[in-house]
């Protein structure tokens, strides 16, 4: 069965400091790869995508994330965060072929990241 | 422009009852997804509409069901609410495209007593 897993489920650290978030998944076929965030009280929005070429995506507010098939990994990184970073992050999965669907997104639990001033 | 609009925002039911949540699709979007997120979780996939058909389905039973109507608003249906059933409900939008990606609504938070 397809499967995300998120490293951390909390994260806290310093204005300036970088950040790195690691996601994997477990599927044997070729998937479409997403970043969602959660900001408080607000709802989820997608923060980047990566459906091909380039591994190296780059997203809003600084972000990019790395698609390493040989890792079957995801990890979302921004070199230097500030407080207004401080939300949920999901890293989220979907199968692609013929019967591609944008609906069956499966998501990891999720890493709450707090920063500080 | 109107985003993804759900409502109601809370509901408090008891065991046994039913409800319906609704979904109205951010404008031009013509396709939508349910996902249950319990506290502590990502989203799980429920189902999705289009074309007011169930196209795909997650690992939920049949107590769930939905809706879609011409104009692309979209209920969920539970049945024999279960305390399990506490959670928030998210409603997601897209066009059916390969690259378009989904609009999620704010949620409804649902308590079961």
């Known amino acids: 069965a397809q499967s995300v897993s998120q490293h951390n489920h909390h994260v806290i650290l310093s204005e300036a400091a970088s950040l790195e978030l690691g996601c994997n998944y477990s599927?044997?076929?070729?998937?479409?790869l997403f970043w969602y965030v959660q900001y408080p009280g607000q709802h989820l929005q997608l923060l980047l995508k990566?459906?091909?070429?380039?591994?190296l995506v780059k997203g809003i507010k600084g972000f990019e994330a790395e698609f390493i098939k040989s890792k079957f990994s995801f990890n979302l990184r921004k070199p230097s965060v500030q407080w207004s970073d401080t939300a949920e992050y999901f890293c989220?999965?979907?199968?692609?072929?013929?019967?591609?669907?944008?609906?069956?997104?499966?998501f990891g639990a999720g890493t709450q990241v707090v920063v500080t001033p | 422009d109107a985003g993804v609009t759900q409502s109601p925002t809370h509901l408090i039911k008891t065991r046994g009852q039913q409800v319906t949540l609704r979904c109205s699709p951010k404008?031009?979007?013509?396709?939508v997804s349910w996902y249950q997120q319990a506290l502590g979780q990502g989203p799980q996939f429920i189902f999705q509409?289009?074309?007011?058909?169930?196209?795909q389905r997650g690992n939920f039973p049949d107590r769930f069901s939905g809706h879609q109507y011409p104009n692309y608003s979209s209920e969920l249906n539970v049945n024999a609410l279960l305390l399990g059933d506490s959670a928030l409900y998210l409603c997601?939008?897209?066009?059916?495209?390969?690259?378009?990606?989904?609009?999620f609504g704010d949620g409804t938070r649902l308590s079961i007593l």
């Open positions: 599927y044997g076929g070729t998937v479409n």
């Open positions: 404008s031009g979007h013509d396709t």
């Open positions: 989220a999965v979907t199968p692609r072929g013929l019967t591609d669907s944008w609906g069956k997104l499966q």
């Open positions: 990566y459906f091909s070429g380039d591994p």
């Open positions: 997601a939008s897209s066009r059916d495209r390969g690259d378009q990606p989904q609009h």
């Open positions: 509409y289009y074309e007011e058909e169930e196209r």
